[in-house]
């Protein structure tokens, strides 16, 4: 199984921005999948997950701005972020659960498979 984000790029502060995240290898929609973001020296941090019947959960800074959402006939997962603020500025990473199992959270541990990272720089 892998993912792999796309559509970061540089935006003003006000902008918007859609990442992506293709899925191969596993085509159960059902799976709980999330964004992350890090900065260097930082840990890294969750910004939303969708579990398995699609309710969303995203980390206050982002709630009301940020929105993931899931296109399982494409296998792929989006975050839009809108209002983007400066210091939304990290590298945005997709991560798919592949444990069986209800849980589905904003924690780091909880996932197995993890992409490459895209970069997201907001400037004021």
């Known amino acids: 199984v892998q993912v792999a984000e796309s559509g970061g790029g540089s935006v003003q502060a006000g902008g918007s921005l859609r990442l992506s995240c293709v899925i191969s290898?596993?085509?159960?929609?059902?799976?709980?999948m999330g964004w992350f973001r890090q900065a260097p020296e930082n840990a890294r941090e969750g910004v939303g997950i969708?579990?398995?019947?699609?309710?969303?959960t995203y980390t206050d800074s982002v709630k009301g701005r940020f929105t993931i959402s899931k296109d399982n006939a494409k296998n792929t997962l989006y975050l839009q972020m809108n209002d983007l603020k400066p210091e939304d500025t990290d590298t945005y990473y997709c991560?798919?659960?592949?444990?069986?199992?209800?849980?589905?959270?904003?924690?780091?541990?909880?996932?197995?498979?993890w992409g490459q990272g895209t970069q997201v720089t907001v400037s004021s």
């Open positions: 991560a798919r659960r592949l444990r069986v199992g209800t849980f589905c959270g904003l924690e780091s541990h909880a996932f197995d498979v």
């Open positions: 969708i579990d398995s019947i699609g309710r969303t």
């Open positions: 290898g596993d085509t159960d929609s059902s799976r709980c």
